[in-house]
Nanobody, 121 residues
Framework: QSHIVESGGGLVQPGRSLKLSCTTSGFTLDMYAVGWFRQAPGKERERVSFISGSGGTTDYADSVKGRFTISRDKSRNTVILQMNNLKSEDTAVYYC??????????????WGQGTQVTVSS
């Protein structure tokens, strides 16, 4: 079976940081471009960041640009989302997924459990 596992979420105060990790079993992330997505209650799922298969190209939603950084460690089959200066608007369940290099859209109709990020004072 193939699994996607997100971790690192939690409850933090505004202005603090969290580091999310994405890894897989049953297949390796190394051969894929990867996107981070989030979904808040009552909202549609949105892409917040993207990293190419090589790691040489990254992209961010305007709402997180300058605060979030995506990176990958292929030796550990892991993609990281470093989230700094968190705001209440960042509260959501965060998911990662293999995506198309060209379109940044998910390649498979499969999602992990996600990791909950709650930003509140």
């Amino acid at each position: 079976q193939s699994h996607i596992v997100e971790s690192g979420g939690g409850l933090v105060q505004p202005g603090r940081s969290l580091k999310l990790s994405c890894t897989t079993s049953g297949f390796t992330l190394d051969m894929y471009a990867v996107g981070w997505f989030r979904q808040a209650p009552g909202k549609e799922r949105e892409r917040v960041s993207f990293i190419s298969g090589s790691g040489g190209t990254t992209d961010y939603a305007d709402s997180v640009k300058g605060r979030f950084t995506i990176s990958r460690d292929k030796s550990r089959n892991t993609v990281i989302l470093q989230m700094n200066n968190l705001k209440s608007e960042d509260t959501a369940v965060y998911y990662c997924a293999p995506v198309s290099e060209a379109t940044m859209r998910p390649l498979f109709n499969y999602w992990g459990q996600g990791t909950q990020v709650t930003v509140s004072s």
